[in-house]
């Protein structure tokens, strides 16, 4: 039987790896493993539940022993070639013209193995950069691109909560985040309010979201007319978490009730909604009024053939009276043709 533990390394990568029952391994003990072609040292950030990894235990990394004195002087020494390597790539991607943002090289315990880590905005061609690396490194090079999130991870940082970031502290896959995670749990959609340190959505939107939905299936929506102990009002805000609204009344004071002693007025039976709603309702929004009691031109598709005809005819046995009541007879004229 063995154990598993999430090693980090140097360069902010995360590892997982098995060790023997029998191998006395504490969180941040620094552990030689064995991965690939290559030996490699980490330190111990906790141990793993075999049930929930999804590799196969037998593929992942195997841990050798406890870091000696000698594999941390190794280590240490492999350091100072980390950041001659970083000058190097540096100068070859200036001169190349490269558009990438080199952020840490690191060394396998045994320099079988240097890998560099860039961030870029979009695909980068570093094939050239690659041939001019291996000829002045005998070791293998592995250039990996990460992401802005990955990036704040190496950094690390304090986030709004006070507490360490959660991208550098355990966090080793980004879930999808979007938006609409944030309306949901009513937040304001201030980007300082919803962007993390790397300048993404937060990665802790994902966390509550499913908390949230199920609070918001026996709360009333903002923007919704209720009925108060109060009075008839409108839903302006409200708390998920408490389980409170905020009324507006009609007399614009704002109250707050719990969200199971109002009832929602919906839209066919708002008579007793508030007169400013009502006056928003009834009037359309070119601010025109309209018209109770004048009856259609057109009713039932029919028309009114009778008054349109005496109209008609009485505008035939004035035409010597007024000219201004020409185009009105013209008009009403067309609109008996329409009719029929």
Known sequence: MERIFLLKLENGAAVEARADINLEISPHDACVFTKDFYTDMGIVCRELDP???????PTLPQIQRIAT?????????????????????????????????????????????????FSAEGRVDFRELIKELTRTRC??????????????????????????LCCSRFLKEFNSINVKMAKEQDLSLTPATISGACGRLKCCLKYEHDGYTELA??????????ETLDGPGRITDRNLLTGKVSVTLENGNVNQYSADTVKIVHNSDRKNAPAGAKKAQEHPKNGKAPAENTPHPHKNG????????????HHNNGQGGQKNNAPQSQQQSGDTGSSK
Do not use: W
């Open 69 to 117: 004195p000698e594999d941390l002087a190794q280590a240490e020494e492999n350091q100072s070639k980390n950041r001659t390597a970083m000058s190097t790539t540096q100068t070859l991607v200036d001169q190349l013209g490269l558009e990438m943002k080199l952020i840490n090289a690191h060394s396998s315990l045994d320099g079988k193995l240097m890998t560099i880590q």
């Open 139 to 164: 070791s293998r090079i592995e250039l990996r691109q990460i992401g802005v999130r990955d990036e704040t991870g190496i950094y690390g940082g304090i986030g709004v909560c006070g507490q360490m």
């Open 51 to 57: 049930t929930k990894i999804k590799s196969a235990v």
């Open 302 to 313: 029919k028309g009114e053939k009778g008054d349109s005809r005496n109209e008609k005819k």
């Open 217 to 226: 299936k026996g709360m009333p929506r903002k923007g919704e007319f209720c």
